[in-house]
């Protein structure tokens, strides 16, 4: 028995890298100086149905957090291999509900996955997918106005840290 309700579609995404001439350490720190670890409070708050409460708190807080942090590189070591690599999902909540409040699928690609990797000629970048092409797929105005601005803050960041 086939499922009817299976479709597929293809996309075409921007990958972005942003190259650094510092060292691993450096621009991670400085990342992590720049983006706050994500208040795990409001999830709480939302969890107690204190929506205006956490919606207040998100709005004064900064645009940019760091929801997870991952050590990709460790997972390498799996394979013999030791390398160095971080991935991080960086976002807001309060930006992702404006997204997914016109499109709930947008919710699949919020918060941004980003990694921050050294090559094995210890070459130091980040490296993601625009938000901008990966939300437009959706193709809903409200939804890449959104994105477009995601893009600024996250280029904004990544840049910043890396110089």
């Known amino acids: 028995m086939t499922d009817k309700s299976a479709s597929t579609r293809i996309i075409s995404v921007d990958h972005v890298t942003i190259g650094s001439s510092k060292s691993f350490e450096d621009v991670q720190a400085k990342l992590e100086t720049l983006l706050p670890r ?78 921050l990797r050294e090559d094995g000629d210890g070459v130091v970048a980040f490296e993601y997918d625009r938000p901008a092409s990966v939300f437009g797929q959706f193709r809903d105005e409200k939804v890449d106005a959104v994105a477009q601005q995601l893009d600024r803050d996250l280029q904004a960041v990544l840049e910043a840290a890396a110089n």
Do not use: W
Not at 50 to 56: H, K, L
């Open 38 to 115: 994500m208040d795990d409070r409001i999830f709480i708050l939302l969890q107690y149905g204190e929506s205006e409460r956490a919606r207040r708190e998100l709005e004064a807080g900064p645009p940019l957090s760091i929801f997870l942090q991952r050590d990709h590189g460790g997972l390498l070591s799996i394979a013999g291999l030791k390398r160095r690599a971080l991935q991080y999902d960086i976002g807001n909540p309060l930006t992702a509900s404006k997204m997914t409040r016109h499109q709930l699928s947008a919710g699949l690609y919020a918060p941004i996955r980003v990694l």
